[in-house]
């Protein structure tokens, strides 16, 4: 743990445990209650820190800390390989936009402005000038999840470090390691000392006296939406930004490119082993090119590469733990006996799921209701725009939907109608760049990440009135 400048050990620890193999990654101490008082406390000091500089100085730290993880690039990548399970070529993929969302922040961090306001609009406001300007909030406490244990920690912390923010970080219980490099980054790219504090341990003790610590100003959490609700009615009257995952819906016209659709679903449905907040999830086929669809998808999926992630040629590895792939095994179960039908995999590996693809009667199961978060996807038919708008829109989340189509009209259709964040066009809904609003409606969530946004959560607005 990292506490006012300081790493500190426990006796007791935690281990944090390869996925693919079981072998031990490494350990962290158990923090509890009382260190998040004290880092809370340090926080309170970083916070003063923080207020001594200036934006181009925390611009020089960001963009340093861009250039730290650069220069480990490599080291960080098997390091969440080994902790997290994502192949090589995800990992990679994470490091190098990590790289880009604190190179993003630092940009950020020099663009904080307000505007001037016209008061004198008004009889009252005569002989007087307004301005406003943006605040930092004050401390953020940070909890961030296991599938993105950097790259997420990023997007939590640059931009709060950006709008000159303390921050108190509990990084995910069963991948903290990278995020503890990143500490260590952060403070030899000349970071206050008492400006980052990270505790590590069980969300249920650390999450919760975080959220509800009277010091702290705002929440930014991802995870799933039941432990996002506990976290607002603890959190009581703070800003939050509350990422809170979803079951992605895409939907495919009859005009549309299949191969480029099944080339993008094939990845963005299995990435991760599919435990992406934004992973495909749900496809919605037109029906005149349903069967067409599906003899392709089917075999694309199955012949999908599992083994161990450091193997350069591995496509899809394993589930973070051995109990979430036998509950995903389980709700695969559970549809097939409500009337769906398995096409391919759905079975248990070790620590894998097989990639799966199911169809049939699925809407009275949990694999279309919930977020499964496993290499899984549940395709089904459509007779028109209508029926397929309504689809997408059958569900409690409401984070990004994707659409494939030529008809520009259809197009714009989505776009106004599906009830979400984003919308991508001919593209899968797992699309994501670091400086894109990104953020959801509907039990998905409240509030916006990505550098500029998040900047705009991370700070107060502040109204300033003169008499000339």
Same mark, same amino acid.
């Given at each position: 743990?990292?506490?006012?400048?300081?790493?500190?050990?426990?006796?007791?620890?935690?281990?944090?445990?390869?996925?693919?193999?079981?072998?031990?990654?490494?350990?962290?101490?158990?923090?509890?209650? !009382?260190?998040?008082?004290?880092?809370?406390?340090?926080?309170?000091?970083?916070?003063?820190?923080?207020?001594?500089?200036?934006?181009?100085?925390?611009?020089?730290?960001?963009?340093?800390?861009?250039?730290?993880?650069?220069?480990? !690039?490599?080291?960080?990548?098997?390091?969440?390989?080994?902790?997290?399970?994502?192949?090589?070529?995800?990992?990679?993929? $994470?490091?190098?936009?990590?790289?880009?969302?604190?190179?993003?922040?630092?940009?950020?961090?020099?663009?904080?402005?307000?505007?001037?306001?016209?008061?004198?609009?008004?009889?009252?406001?005569?002989?007087?000038?307004? +301005?406003?300007?943006?605040?930092?909030?004050?401390?953020?406490?940070?909890?961030?999840?296991?599938?993105?244990?950097?790259?997420?920690?990023?997007?939590?912390?640059?931009?709060?470090?950006?709008?000159?923010?303390?921050?108190?970080?509990?990084?995910? =219980?069963?991948?903290?390691?990278?995020?503890?490099?990143?500490?260590?980054?952060?403070?030899?790219?000349?970071? &206050?000392?008492?400006?980052?504090?990270?505790?590590?341990? &069980?969300?249920?003790?650390?999450?919760?006296?975080?959220?509800?610590?009277?010091?702290?100003?705002?929440?930014?959490?991802?995870?799933?939406? $039941?432990?996002?609700?506990?976290?607002?009615?603890?959190?009581?009257?703070?800003?939050?930004?509350?990422?809170?995952?979803?079951? !992605?819906?895409?939907?495919?016209?009859?005009?549309?490119?299949?191969?480029?659709?099944?080339?993008?679903?094939?990845?963005?449905?299995?990435?991760?082993?599919?435990?992406?907040?934004?992973?495909?999830?749900?496809?919605?086929?037109? $029906?005149? +090119?349903?069967?067409?669809?599906?003899?392709?998808? +089917?075999?694309?999926?199955?012949?999908?590469?599992?083994?161990?992630?450091?193997?350069?040629?591995?496509?899809?590895?394993?589930?973070? =733990?051995?109990?979430?792939?036998?509950?995903?095994?389980?709700?695969?179960?559970?549809?097939?006996?409500?009337?769906?039908?398995?096409?391919?995999?759905?079975?248990?590996?070790?620590?894998?799921?097989?990639?799966?693809?199911?169809?049939?009667? +699925?809407?009275?199961?949990?694999?279309?209701?919930?977020?499964?978060?496993?290499?899984?996807?549940?395709?089904?038919?459509?007779?028109?725009?209508? $029926?397929?708008?309504?689809?997408?829109?059958? !569900?409690?989340?409401?984070?990004?939907?994707?659409?494939?189509?030529?008809?520009?009209?259809?197009?714009?259709?989505?776009?106004?109608?599906?009830?979400?964040?984003?919308?991508?066009?001919?593209?899968?809904?797992?699309?994501?760049?670091?400086?894109?609003?990104?953020?959801?409606?509907?039990?998905?969530?409240?509030?916006?990440?990505?550098?500029?946004?998040?900047?705009?959560?991370? =700070?107060?607005?502040?109204?300033?009135?003169?008499?000339?």
């Amino acid at each position: 743990m990292l506490i006012g400048g300081e790493w500190i050990e426990r006796k007791e620890t935690i281990d944090v445990v390869n996925p693919y193999d079981g072998s031990i990654v490494g350990r962290v101490a158990q923090g509890t209650k !009382s260190d998040v008082v004290r880092a809370v406390a340090a926080a309170e000091r970083g916070l003063e820190q923080m207020g001594r500089l200036t934006a181009a100085e925390r611009a020089e730290i960001l963009l340093r800390t861009a250039g730290g993880i650069e220069e480990r !690039s490599e080291d960080l990548s098997r390091l969440i390989a080994r902790e997290v399970g994502k192949t090589l070529g995800e990992a990679r993929g $994470e490091v190098g936009r990590a790289v880009s969302t604190f190179t993003f922040s630092s940009e950020e961090a020099k663009r904080i402005h307000g505007e001037t306001i016209p008061v004198d609009a008004v009889a009252a406001g005569k002989g007087k000038w307004g +301005v406003s300007i943006r605040v930092p909030v004050g401390i953020v406490a940070a909890i961030s999840p296991f599938n993105f244990p950097l790259n997420l920690v990023a997007h939590k912390v640059a931009p709060a470090l950006a709008a000159g923010n303390a921050v108190v970080l509990k990084p995910a =219980t069963v991948t903290p390691l990278v995020a503890i490099e990143l500490g260590r980054i952060l403070l030899e790219a000349g970071l &206050p000392s008492h400006a980052l504090g990270i505790v590590t341990g &069980p969300g249920s003790e650390i999450g919760d006296a975080l959220s509800g610590h009277p010091a702290v100003r705002m929440v930014t959490f991802t995870g799933s939406m $039941e432990v996002g609700e506990k976290i607002c009615r603890t959190a009581g009257l703070k800003k939050l930004t509350m990422e809170l995952g979803s079951n !992605s819906p895409v939907i495919l016209m009859e005009d549309a490119n299949l191969e480029a659709a099944v080339r993008k679903i094939r990845t963005a449905g299995y990435a991760v082993a599919g435990q992406v907040c934004i992973s495909v999830q749900r496809v919605i086929v037109h $029906e005149a +090119v349903y069967d067409e669809f599906l003899s392709k998808i +089917v075999p694309a999926v199955d012949s999908l590469r599992m083994g161990d992630p450091l193997d350069e040629t591995t496509e899809l590895g394993p589930m973070i =733990t051995e109990d979430e792939v036998g509950r995903a095994a389980a709700w695969i179960e559970d549809a097939i006996a409500s009337g769906a039908r398995l096409e391919c995999g759905g079975r248990i590996d070790g620590p894998f799921l097989t990639p799966a693809v199911l169809t049939g009667d +699925v809407r009275r199961s949990r694999v279309w209701t919930h977020e499964l978060f496993a290499p899984a996807i549940v395709v089904v038919r459509a007779k028109n725009l209508d $029926e397929a708008i309504q689809l997408a829109n059958d !569900s409690p989340y409401g984070l990004q939907a994707g659409v494939f189509t030529e008809r520009l009209g259809d197009a714009l259709r989505v776009i106004r109608e599906v009830e979400v964040g984003g919308v991508m066009v001919n593209e899968a809904p797992t699309f994501r760049v670091d400086n894109m609003p990104y953020g959801g409606v509907k039990g998905s969530g409240l509030g916006r990440e990505g550098a500029r946004y998040a900047v705009e959560e991370m =700070t107060e607005l502040r109204m300033i009135g003169f008499q000339i």
